[in-house]
């Protein structure tokens, strides 16, 4: 069965330390991942797509098929990146199958 | 605002009543999604739409759910006889099929609450 493992609901880092935001997966197929963020008070958003393969606001996430993982990495941290972080899987080209995300608070 | 909207963005109702969600999609979107969230989980796929046709309902999506959009624009979601246990957030969310990636769009959410 399809599924998004994010193992960890907190993650407190202080500000300025490397963040990595956990996501395995599990899927037959050739996947698509994302990253959606949620910050306070504020709709879902998309920051990565694993096709792209770039930057948003310094966060970079690299697919790693063998170990299927799709970990959320920024070398260091700011506080308005404070927010909940979730991993996503597409099933083809339509709906998404999403982790229980992560709340990353980032400490001053 | 040209984003996804939804309304209402709250609801309360008694158990036993019927509630409808409207959403409304980016208006050139052709693919139109419900999810619903319940807390401490992340967003579970209930059902899409290309244009008017329902091409796909999760196995959460009971009898007493339906979805429709027609003329392929905006969606209703109606749950019929309420029940405590559809207390949730409820997302919809658009694309363009054959667009930029599969990004999907969300909307700010309809929050159910049933006493």
């Known amino acids: 069965a399809q599924r998004v493992t994010q193992p960890e609901k907190l993650l407190s880092v202080f500000k300025g330390a490397p963040v990595e935001l956990k996501c395995n997966y599990s899927y037959s197929g050739s996947p698509e991942l994302f990253w959606y963020v949620q910050y306070s008070r504020q709709r879902l958003q998309l920051l990565l797509r694993h096709i792209s393969r770039e930057s948003i606001k310094g966060f970079t996430a690299d697919l790693n098929k063998g170990e299927t993982s799709f970990h959320l990495k920024k070398p260091f941290a700011q506080e308005e990146d404070s927010a909940m972080y979730y991993c996503a899987l597409s099933k083809g080209t339509y709906k998404y199958i999403f982790g229980t995300g992560t709340r990353l608070k980032v400490l001053a | 605002d040209t984003g996804v909207s939804q309304n209402p963005r709250h609801k309360i109702t008694k158990r036993g009543q019927n509630v409808t969600f409207r959403c409304d999609p980016i208006s050139e979107h052709n693919r139109l999604y419900w999810y619903r969230q319940t807390l401490g989980q992340g967003p579970e796929f209930l059902t899409y739409?290309?244009?008017?046709?329902?091409?796909?309902k999760s196995r959460l999506l009971s009898d007493r759910f339906s979805a429709e959009r027609p003329k392929g624009s905006f969606s209703t979601l109606e749950i019929q006889r309420t029940e405590q246990g559809d207390s949730a957030m409820y997302l919809c969310a658009s694309s363009l099929a054959g667009g930029d990636l599969n990004e999907q769009f969300f909307g700010p959410g309809t929050r159910l609450t049933v006493l």
């Open positions: 739409f290309q244009n008017e046709a329902q091409l796909e």
